[in-house]
Structure formats: C-alpha cells, structure tokens
C-alpha cells in the first residue's frame, strides 16, 4: 500500500477529508507540535482546549 493510500484510510478512519488530515500535520509540524512517537508506543493523549474545558463546564 502506498503512502498516500495509507494516509487517506487514516483520514477516513477520522472522519476526515484527505486534505484537511495533511494540512492538520503540516500545521502541527510548522508549529513544533508534531511529536514523532517510538514504535510500540502508546498514543499520546491529546491535551484538552480551551473550548474543550469550557464545555466540560457549562454541561450541568
């Protein structure tokens, strides 16, 4: 399988258009938050946003 074609069953798996998937990395990279992970690792738990923490409390 390809690079490209593994990357797009990514994106679908995240529910997410191609594009939007690489230009989510190429932003993460540019910015210095693109982590590189060591094989066997788990997966790095995302950090909350601030929407994210405002939403956890106006739910009540």
Do not use: F, N, W
């Not at 490209?4 to 990395?25: D, N």
């Not at 690792?41 to 009540?60: E, G, I």
């Amino acid at each position: 399988m390809s690079s490209r074609a593994e990357i797009q069953v990514k994106a679908l798996a995240e529910g997410l258009p191609y594009q939007t998937l690489i230009a989510s990395i190429l932003h993460k990279y540019v910015t210095g938050r693109l982590e590189e992970r060591k094989p066997g690792s788990p997966p790095a738990v995302p950090k909350a946003t601030a929407a994210t923490r405002r939403s956890a409390h106006t739910d009540t």
